[in-house]
């Protein structure tokens, strides 16, 4: 079963817009990974933030992670038509060795 | 190189057909995953194998059997299949045990006719 949850569900932008995307959980974890996925395709690593972190920067993502409230957020800057695709929040728990548990995902569309 | 393949890309088969899904990687990553995606739904993780042995097993049915014959493949046979087995699959490796990321092969598009 997905202890993550993403919102919203699916979010429309502009181009050169920035696009913030949700994650909440329901246990203790090791880290959080954002993971993007074009249609059809395989996931692709975007970023992972250990539990002992707040914030992390990757070029035009930032993540920030509350583990008071089991929250994460991804924000996209500048978006690009490119950047359409699903993302996906995942968990890796304290006792899970490599284990990820993954968020029902935001279908992020970036309009030309 | 930090690529994990997978062949075929697409598969139709019927339900009394046997095929196999194959997985390759060449990272020197000693954990393997099999994860199965229906369509707009988060990947299921299905099998997980550290160091060529099987260590977590989904409670998949037994028309799915996963096998691990050296550190680079991953196959996943296929029997009996039912047309709701119908999804995309998808390969994965890491190294075990460093809770770090996964590297998701493009996956099989299979269809259970």
């Known amino acids: 079963s997905q202890q993550g949850e993403e919102d919203p569900q699916a979010l429309s932008i502009q181009e050169g817009e920035n696009a913030t995307m949700n994650c909440s959980y329901k246990?203790?974890?090791?880290?959080l990974q954002w993971y993007r996925q074009n249609s059809g395709r395989g996931l692709v690593h975007l970023i992972l933030?250990?539990?002992?972190?707040r914030e992390k920067h990757s070029g035009r993502l930032r993540v920030t992670l509350d583990t008071s409230k089991k929250s994460s957020s991804l924000l996209i800057t500048a978006s690009r038509a490119a950047d359409t695709a699903s993302y996906f929040c995942?968990?890796?728990?304290?006792?899970?060795?490599?284990?990820?548990?993954f968020g029902e995902g935001t279908q992020l569309t970036v309009n030309p | 190189d930090t690529e994990v393949t997978q062949t075929p890309k697409h598969l139709v088969m019927g339900m009394t057909n046997k095929k196999s899904l194959k997985c390759e990687q060449h990272m020197g990553h000693r954990a393997m995953y099999w994860y199965k995606q229906k369509a707009k739904k988060p990947p299921e993780l299905m099998f997980v194998y550290s160091y060529e042995k099987l260590s977590i097993n989904e409670s998949v049915p037994s028309r799915f059997s996963p096998e691990c014959p050296n550190s680079s493949l991953l196959n996943l046979h296929l029997h009996a299949l039912q047309p709701e087995d119908s999804a995309l699959y998808l390969c994965a490796s890491s190294q075990p045990l460093r809770s770090g990321e996964q590297y998701f092969g493009p996956g099989t598009r299979l269809t259970v006719t």
């Open positions: 246990t203790s974890i090791n880290n």
């Open positions: 933030i250990r539990s002992n972190e």
């Open positions: 995942a968990t890796v728990k304290e006792t899970s060795g490599s284990r990820l548990t």
